[in-house]
């Protein structure tokens, strides 16, 4: 049953990317849903709905039930990363009541609101559904498919640090383009069109896997002095806080630009012209990622220490939106084209809304 209190802790998990203070009370299902950081799964869906899109501009047709079936299983399969990744460093003893990732809210074992016991049963329901999912895929549709998921677990893996530690060397901000990429976008690809990837998709959905690459960066931008302190050298404390603000600011005015320009080159369709809207939204992330950190947030402020992340977010979330809106507007635009000049209309006016209020936020 959905009751008030799973309603709140979900729902505060989803808009502020922490666990709520207090979880007493609130069932086990709910705590470990809360603890996952929902705020992220938004990348997630965006990268499994392009696949779906780029799979119907390809063959013409979807089908729906496996689409929803792949989205669980990389939702899913995200979810558990965080917790993964969030008990390795809690282990490891990088996690600890100083660090950045207990300064934004509970943290799910330093603060014991998930045991061992919690995290082994949520691996093996989620290891089980995607095994299970991938194997039939695989087997049915192309053995990409199941080499794609191995790539995908094995990030994971390393990027908690088990075995080969990446997040330690730098790798783990280009491991997740391959993994929000050709392992997400690309494997829903396959599996949509019965086995199908022209090379020229790899190529349309990269600016986006690039912009999720950008919110790794953002938060590590966040954590920079204290992973500098503990000697874990992600990209930021490899090039340093100005080199990775102009990687960042780089990023972000390059990325709406390039997907308009591979788009409509590929799909010959001015509505593909709808993810340079997302310039609206760097206008003001910009004007973030260029600066450094400062030592308040804005009054309105709500996911402080979160800063360059959030913008970073931001930007991924609006070139994702954009470049759904624009390969479901090439798609049904000769049969439906005025249902698809009302998409066209509310993404317009949603993505204005938004970089107004990032921009009202910020000043």
Known sequence: MITSDRLKALWHSFRYCRVPENTAGIDKITRILAASRLCVIPMTIYSVTIGALLALNTTGKINYTLYLLILTGFTLSHLLD??????????????????????????????????????????????????????????????????????????????????????????????????????????????LTGGEHPVHLLYIYTPYSLAVTLVLIGKHMDKYPHDKEKNINTLPVKLGP??????????????????????????????????????????????????????????????????????????????GRTTITALLATAIYGSHPVITSIILAIEAMWETIVAYSLNKTIV
Do not use: C
């Open 82 to 191: 965080n917790l993964v990744n969030d008990y390795y460093d809690f282990k490891r003893k990088i996690d600890n009541p100083g660090y950045f990732r207990a300064l934004y809210g509970p943290h799910p074992f330093i603060d014991s609101i998930l045991t061992t016991r919690d995290l082994k049963l949520v691996v093996l329901t989620v290891g089980l559904y995607d095994a299970l999912l991938t194997t039939y895929l695989a087997l049915t549709t192309s053995m990409w498919i199941g080499i794609l998921a191995l790539i995908g677990a094995l990030v994971i893996l390393t990027y908690a640090g088990i075995g080969f530690d990446v997040k330690r060397t730098g790798l783990g901000e280009i491991l997740v383009a391959v993994v929000w990429g050709p392992v997400m976008i690309g494997g829903t690809i396959l599996a």
């Open 242 to 319: 100005g080199k990775t603000r102009v990687l960042s600011v780089a990023l972000a005015l390059t990325l709406p630009p390039a997907s308009f320009i591979i788009l409509y080159h590929y799909l010959q369709q001015p509505a593909t012209a709808i993810t340079l809207l997302t310039l609206l939204t760097v206008y003001p992330a910009v004007k973030i990622l260029a600066k450094p950190k400062p030592e308040e947030p804005p009054e309105k402020w709500t996911v402080w220490p979160l800063w360059y992340v959030a913008a970073s977010y931001a930007v991924m979330d609006s070139l």
